[in-house]
């Protein structure tokens, strides 16, 4: 069987954007696939410096992922930062892996362009090691698991790119003795949603315009109805598709309920107000449940730390053999 991989980022509290664009597509592609989640822990400790709030987080982040249904039964999820596999595996990437194809990573590239752009001396400054080897981690996450698919953005394409290359130098090297299977990304062309936040642009953490998937319920009816919406009167008609409000709406109501309100926007009559109201709604009846489990799982003495344990235990079965495969090959046993 093909295994697919998915890292999850524990950079921050999952929004609605998340839900709809990448946690609910790539739970509903893992029913049908051998599938092992990770939460890249050690990757976000590059941009979270606050150990409070890392910690916090990585429960965050993996509550929301179960709470959203995914099965721990079915599918192994676990911590990058329980995998010590991973990180000797990076080391002995290192080893095949040029600084030239570093050099020309997008993130890298565009916090130099950020610096020259600044007209800074330095076109290095702020930019760390981990940032820099970003690829170089992400392709041991992949490798060391021996995965065939990874479902990714297209902006993580490169990403793929370079695990895959990195893959073929070693393959070419010790492929007498062991070769990695070569990934590949799976891209979710075209239908790929992208929410707008509360401002109106991408909803986005670094934007911090965002509707937090499991606020309490009074607050998230408080911050629907907070959206920025024009001044046209009740009565008057509207247009649908220049609404926040109408566009967050599309992902959360039902397809003839939808076209029914769509109608009577266009027809005048009904107000900002009325759908905000159907906004919180929609939302609130398909987050609810899902609430109730990510609450329950964020106590502290929750299964949820069991679970991540166990999913070590499984991850680490795999990474083991594949990593002491490579020592053998290169001739560190
Ligand atoms: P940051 O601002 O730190 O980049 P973010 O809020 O944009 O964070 P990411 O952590 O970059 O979110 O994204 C995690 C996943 O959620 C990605 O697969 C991304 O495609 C998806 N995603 C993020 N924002 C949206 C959005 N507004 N609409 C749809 N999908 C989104």
Not at 68 to 97: A, H
Not at 299 to 316: H, K, N, T
Request: charged share 25%; glycine share 8%.
């Amino acid at each position: 069987t093909k295994t697919f991989l998915t890292g999850i980022q524990t950079s921050g509290e999952p929004h609605i954007g998340n839900y709809v664009g990448a946690i609910k597509p790539a739970l509903a592609a893992a029913e049908s696939s051998d599938t092992l989640y990770f939460l890249a822990d050690y990757h976000s400790l590059n941009t979270v410096k606050d150990p409070d709030r890392l910690r916090h987080n990585i429960r965050s982040v993996a509550a929301t992922w179960l709470a959203c249904g995914l099965d721990p039964d079915r599918t192994v999820i676990y911590r990058q930062s329980s995998v010590p596999e991973v990180f000797e595996l990076s080391v002995i990437l290192s080893s095949v892996t040029g600084k030239g194809l570093m050099n020309r990573a997008h993130a890298y590239k565009a916090a130099r362009d950020r610096n020259a752009e600044a007209g800074s001396a330095d076109l290095d400054a702020g930019v760390n090691m981990g940032l820099f080897n970003y690829p170089l981690l992400m392709a041991a996450d992949i490798l060391v698991m021996e995965t065939d698919y990874v479902p990714v953005g297209r902006d993580q394409a490169q990403h793929l790119e370079y695990a895959a290359d990195i893959a073929g130098s070693f393959n070419h090297l010790y492929g007498a003795s062991y070769s990695f299977p070569i990934p590949q990304g799976v891209y979710n062309e075209g239908d790929a949603a992208v929410l707008p936040g509360t401002d109106g642009r991408k909803m986005s953490k670094s934007y911090d315009n965002t509707i937090p998937l499991f606020l309490p319920e009074n607050r998230l009816r408080k911050l629907v109805r907070r959206i920025p919406t024009d001044s046209t009167p009740v009565e008057e008609p509207k247009n649908p598709d220049s609404s926040v409000v109408f566009q967050l709406l599309t992902h959360f109501e039902e397809p003839a309920r939808l076209a029914e309100t769509r109608k009577r926007l266009e027809a005048g009559g009904m107000g900002w107000g009325e759908l905000k109201d159907q906004l919180f709604e929609a939302i609130n009846t398909e987050v609810a449940p899902m609430r109730v489990r990510y609450e329950r799982l964020m106590e502290p003495d929750s299964e949820l730390d069991g679970i991540l344990a166990a999913g070590a235990v499984r991850a680490r079965e795999r990474s083991r053999r594949v990593l002491a495969k490579v020592r053998r090959a290169v001739g560190i046993d």
